[in-house]
Nanobody, 127 residues
Framework: QVQLVESGGGSAQAGGSLRLSCAVSGATQGTYDIAWFRQTPGKEREFVSGIDVDGTTEYADSAKGRFTTSHDNAENTVFLQMNSLIPEDTAMYYC?????????????????????WGQGTQVTVSS
């Protein structure tokens, strides 16, 4: 039901900028946070940035001061603005949605957490 589609990746030179987009559909109930991860071949996927429904953001040390994540007013698109790019930023970038729902079991409410991933968009930074 929940779908994430990343776009905006491509090639850039060191010092340049790119803006990634994550289009979200199907997340109509519960609360959710959206995060950006990146991964290179042979390495574990790592956290880059995150944003919750209220706009509170969090950044990895590697992203602080250079990357900015935000969302539009409709909260159906999340952006990752990447400035001052360096070759080490080269990776596949993934959008992740963490959804929290309150489920009624017949006796009480329980929280259900589900993670959804997009297919990724490639970013290549050359020196």
């Amino acid at each position: 039901q929940v779908q994430l589609v990343e776009s905006g990746g491509g090639s850039a030179q060191a010092g340049g900028s790119l803006r990634l987009s994550c289009a979200v559909s199907g997340a109509t109930q519960g609360t959710y946070d959206i995060a950006w991860f990146r991964q290179t071949p042979g390495k574990e996927r790592e956290f880059v940035s995150g944003i919750d429904v209220d706009g509170t953001t969090e950044y990895a040390d590697s992203a602080k001061g250079r990357f900015t994540t935000s969302h539009d007013n409709a909260e159906n698109t999340v952006f990752l603005q990447m400035n001052s790019l360096i070759p080490e930023d080269t990776a596949m970038y993934y959008c992740k949605l963490d959804r929290t729902e309150k489920i009624w079991t017949g006796l009480k409410y329980k929280r259900r957490k589900t993670a959804y991933w997009g297919q990724g968009t490639q970013v290549t930074v050359s020196s």
